[in-house]
């Protein structure tokens, strides 16, 4: 069972799930116990339709979770390959075949010829300790195509706090450039009450710091316009 022990206070929490799994499965007759799961699809949360479009995934503690399934994908889609090129094409998966080039209109059209297929992903823990999945991003990091980048901020470790936020502004040159130059698709899953918002007003500081001429209203309207085309995707709850 996760439990977790407040030094100061005495107080323990326990997990939701495991401490409800515990108490069903004690004493019980396992074969007779059935767990209902309710699954919710996603209309949205999808890796766009080529591995080479940069894709860029901001998810600090357990939002986490479906990068892992992302970079599990795309480590299958390169076995798969075969050392052959893979038709250019963005938008989402359609049952298994990728969308031609003439189906693009002019604007992602352009992005072509600026691409460089990067993967960066913004994870965050409060410690080592805490630090989930490790090994599988440690291992993804490792094969070229899969994972570019892995920036983890550990916000428990130092003398102040660092989080996802802080770390994508440290990197906000090269992130403006990936979102303006080379149509990259940004992924933002976890917190929305608080990390949300502050990893979304990191991002119009960045464009404005670092895009051509951008005050914060057309920050704001580019990535408004990245939503609408799917390019920048929340999965985020409170």
Known sequence: VF??????????????????????????NISEISVPIFLRPTKEFYLPGSDEWP????????????????????????????????????GCWRGGFDIENEELDPVEGEF???????????????????WIFKEEMDFFSKVEGVLSRLECALSRTGPEKIYVQHLMEKNGKKLASL????????????????????????LVRILVRHGPSLNEQKAEAVLREMKERRRYVLDVWS
């Open 3 to 28: 439990e977790i022990l407040h030094a100061e206070s005495g107080i323990r929490r326990n997990g939701l799930c495991t401490t409800w799994l515990e108490k069903t499965l004690f004493g019980s």
């Open 55 to 90: 894709c860029i995934l901001v998810g600090p503690g357990t939002g986490v979770a479906p990068f892992i399934g992302f970079l599990e994908h795309k480590n299958e889609r390169l076995k798969r390959q075969n050392g052959k090129n893979m038709e250019i094409s963005s």
């Open 112 to 130: 072509q010829q600026r691409r460089n297929g990067e993967t960066w992903l913004f994870f965050g823990c409060r410690s080592l300790e805490d």
């Open 179 to 202: 979102l303006l130059e080379k149509g990259a698709y940004l992924y933002l899953c976890g917190d929305g009450k608080t990390m949300a918002q502050q990893v979304h007003a990191t």
